[in-house]
């Protein structure tokens, strides 16, 4: 297994690339589908499954011009279905918890509301895609509709008691150098809101 990350558009969103066995799982492709198309087939990879954290626009922008490209459905948790500007034809929804498998591997989906009703964390093996729910030293925006901060206190308490060694991959590149890419046990060290999460939820109320 192999994950890309692609860095597009102007507010530094992800799309990850996970590589396994010659196919790939596309987590949030957005912004600028011709950089996408031209890793896919530099690598000779083939597209089985696309998932989406939640359904902000820039998360989702131009995805479906991709999605009809290689006649896929785009994975989004039910509770994000109204939120998406994406056409109803073009996606799947589904409810969180749930376990998916493709291109030989399992994929396991968290729910993890707070940014959103509906936002989601995806595990792959010991790597976790977080959305916009856990950034590098930061969490995700709850003065958004349809967020909400408690929502998220509890979802970060849930990330938090993962293990140490999870590698976390986060929606946006907002931290310094490789600011989309850390572990749980770098955040809980440097993160002020998921270190909180973990010692004093309590504080957490007064943060977000
Ligand atoms: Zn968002």
């Known amino acids: 297994m192999k994950v890309y990350t692609l860095m597009l558009g102007p507010m530094s969103n ?33 597209p089985v499954a696309v998932f989406f954290t939640h359904a902000h626009q820039d998360h989702m922008t131009e995805a479906d011009k991709f999605l009809k490209k290689y006649d896929l459905k785009g994975f989004i948790e039910e509770k994000e279905e109204a939120f998406c500007t994406l056409p109803h034809e073009l996606i799947e929804t589904y409810k969180a918890p749930k376990n998916f498998e493709f291109a030989g591997l399992k994929i396991e ?51 938090a008691a993962l293990p140490e060694d999870t590698i976390i991959y986060t929606g946006h590149s907002y931290g310094l150098n490789e600011g989309f890419k850390s572990t749980i046990k770098q955040e809980l060290a440097t993160n002020p809101y998921l270190k909180m999460a973990k010692e004093n939820p309590k504080i957490l109320e007064d943060m977000l």
């Open 109 to 159: 989906v968290i729910l993890t509301p707070g940014h959103t009703r509906g936002s989601v964390c995806i595990k792959v093996d010991n790597i976790l895609f977080t959305g916009d729910t856990l950034f590098v030293n930061s969490v995700g925006r709850t003065d958004l509709p349809g967020a909400n901060s408690e929502s998220l206190i509890q979802s970060l308490k849930m990330l």
């Open 14 to 46: 992800c799309t990850y690339i996970v590589e396994n066995q010659g196919q790939a799982i596309l987590i949030d492709p957005s912004w600028d589908m011709p950089a996408i198309y031209k890793l896919l087939e530099d690598k000779s990879l083939k």
